[in-house]
Structure formats: structure tokens, C-alpha cells
């Protein structure tokens, strides 16, 4: 299952993906009429705080605005399955988050990967 946000269209946008989970992460993030942008958990084992994009990583929102957001988990890093997506978005005065928390049904925390999208201020 994946999730479409609805950006402002040709917008620079920020991304970081963080991991708390057991299993093997995938996220991919695709910008309307872009190449996905793919980033991965590549260890397994005991749950980890872990960043697996570079604060820097950025892309543009493209013509239509409309960025989707698919997270997948795997157990043994070959075989992936969808996993369950929780969208939520915020909006503070011309900054802009949006939030996609995603839980691999393990334990139902709703936090084994999460990719932050946002905007920048001003």
C-alpha cells in the first residue's frame, strides 16, 4: 500500500527516512513523473534508531505536486512485503511536514520506518 502527498507543485523538498525496527526497511519515494528515490535499512537484529537518508537528500516536487511514499519490510532481505501506512501532515505558518509512519506488523507501534518530507521556511 502506498500513499500520494500532495505538495505544492515545484517545490524543493527535504527528505529523511528513520527505521526502529527488527526487520530489513524499504522505502520508496517517487515524485510525479520522477525516478523513484529508494533508501534502505540493511541490517536486521535488534531495533535501531536508525537514519538511512543523508539530511541532505532533497528532490523536487515536480509539476503536479504529487509525491507517493510506498514502505515495504522484509525479514530476510529478499522477500518484501507492504507494509501498514499511517499518513498524517502539518502545517505551521509557511512550513510544511508530512509524515508517513509505517508499521510491519510486528507490534503495532506505527514507528518501524518513517519518512519525513518537508519544505523549506520562507
Known amino acids: 500500500m502506498s500513499v500520494t502527498l500532495n505538495i505544492p507543485a515545484n517545490t524543493n523538498c527535504g527528505l529523511v527516512v528513520f527505521c526502529n525496527s527488527a ?3 524499504k522505502a520508496i519515494v517517487t515524485p510525479s513523473g520522477q525516478d523513484p528515490i529508494t533508501l534502505y535499512k540493511t541490517t536486521s537484529g535488534a531495533s535501531t534508531n536508525l537514519m538511512i ?12 505536486g504529487q509525491v507517493t511514499v510506498d514502505i515495504q519490510y522484509s ?3 529478499k522477500t518484501w512485503s ?3 501506512l499511517s499518513q498524517g501532515s502539518l502545517g505551521v505558518s509557511t512550513t510544511y511536514m508530512w509524515v508517513v509512519a509505517s508499521e510491519d506488523a510486528n507490534d ?5 520506518t518513517v519518512v519525513v518530507v518537508n519544505t523549506p521556511i520562507g
Open 75 to 77: 525479514t530476510d532481505n
Open 108 to 112: 503495532n507501534d506505527y514507528n518501524d
Open 82 to 84: 507492504e507494509s501498514q
Open 53 to 64: 537518508s543523508s539530511p541532505n537528500q532533497s528532490f523536487s516536487s515536480g509539476s503536479t
Open 23 to 25: 526487520y530489513y526497511q
